[in-house]
């Protein structure tokens, strides 16, 4: 029999986690076909949820857990459970139910017709709100202008992922990490299904404002060196127009005789091209502060405790790394 790893990233969210436990359950003993495994991964939250956790884990031992040593954030609590899990398959939800259960069927469906990468489409979003969707739809818009890699829109995590695409997956050990991104990158056969995003069953979203505008900011820098690129375009286009405007005040002090007239579009030229500097230090900045933090080469995160081993096979792989170098 097949085994089919649940992914569950939670942070916070003792309020819906055991709803989320029991929708989940209702589905998954109908697909008697398999045997599930459901892997929450604790991102070092503050609340009961990992006590809930083990809770459901004395009563049903096909929980399982991976306990953060603290908020690592989704995107590696993500690969942390990419790292853990033991399933044949993996299939990774939201805590708050977002992502209806029920969609599991069809995303097995496809997979035993040979498909990798089962993705779910957002058909329409409730209860997020029209500033969100709008950001959201502009921010993918830009971001497949400027990336080579194709990016779904609408597309999240909500997925089922062949082992192959697992073990590819962690693989990417990048700490600047735009999981959207990377499973696109890493290839295989992709299958598209569609679903209706229902609002949060409980809880606050967990993501801040912050924390989205630097994995926006992941997803431009991780697939695309265009903003490099664009600063010396603008950089050669304004001193061209500096370089015109010269030559025309040259030539009018030629024929028209020295003014002490120009002091406006002297500081406007000096104001002007300041910004330009300061945005394209920003912007070589933002890449160069990713260079040093993967320089470091930390591990991603540290786990407090586990009711999981690590998957051996990769333990074997990387040490198989090691001794090459
Ligand atoms: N999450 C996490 N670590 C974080 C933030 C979020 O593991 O630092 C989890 C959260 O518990 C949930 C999922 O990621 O299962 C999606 O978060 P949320 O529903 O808050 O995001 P939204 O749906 O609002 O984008
Ligand atoms: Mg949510």
Not at 289 to 307: C, I, N, W
């Amino acid at each position: 029999m097949k085994t089919i790893t649940i992914l569950v990233p939670a942070y916070n969210e003792e309020e819906v986690l055991e709803q989320m436990y029991h929708v989940l359950v209702d589905v998954c003993n109908q697909l008697t076909n398999y045997h599930f495994e459901f892997l929450f991964v604790n991102d070092g939250s503050k609340d009961r949820t990992l006590e809930i956790v083990k809770q459901l884990k004395e009563k049903d031992e096909r929980v399982q857990y991976v306990d953060l040593s603290r908020n690592f954030g989704k995107e590696v609590a993500m690969s942390a459970g990419f790292d853990y899990a033991s399933g044949d398959a993996m299939i990774i939800m939201d805590a708050d139910l977002q992502h209806p259960p029920e969609a599991i069927e069809e995303m097995l469906y496809w997979w035993e017709q040979g498909y990798d990468d089962v993705y779910a489409i957002r058909r329409k979003r409730e209860g997020e709100s029209k500033l969100k969707k709008w950001t959201s739809k502009t921010y993918y818009k830009l971001l497949q202008k400027v990336s080579k890699e194709e990016i779904i829109p609408d597309a999240g995590d909500f997925r089922l992922l062949d082992k192959k695409c697992i073990e590819a997956l962690s693989q990417l050990r990048e700490h600047s990490r735009y999981t959207k991104g990377m499973y696109n990158w890493i290839g295989f056969k992709k299958k598209e299904i569609t679903f209706d995003a229902d609002p949060r069953a409980g809880g606050e979203t967990k993501w801040k404002f912050g924390s989205l505008v630097t994995l926006a900011i992941n997803g431009v820098t991780s697939y695309s060196t265009l903003p490099l690129k664009v600063w010396s375009l603008v950089g050669m286009i304004i001193s061209l127009l500096g370089f015109i405007y010269l030559f025309i005040e040259i030539m009018r002090t030629i024929f028209f005789g020295n003014t002490v007239a120009g002091y406006p579009s002297l500081i406007a030229g000096v104001l002007f091209l300041g910004g330009i500097q300061l945005i394209s230090l920003g912007v070589i900045g933002e890449y160069l502060g990713r260079v040093f933090v993967e320089t470091k080469d930390r591990p991603l995160y540290f786990v407090q405790e586990t009711s999981e081993e690590k998957r051996q096979k990769k333990e074997a792989a990387t040490s198989n790394e090691k001794e090459k170098e």
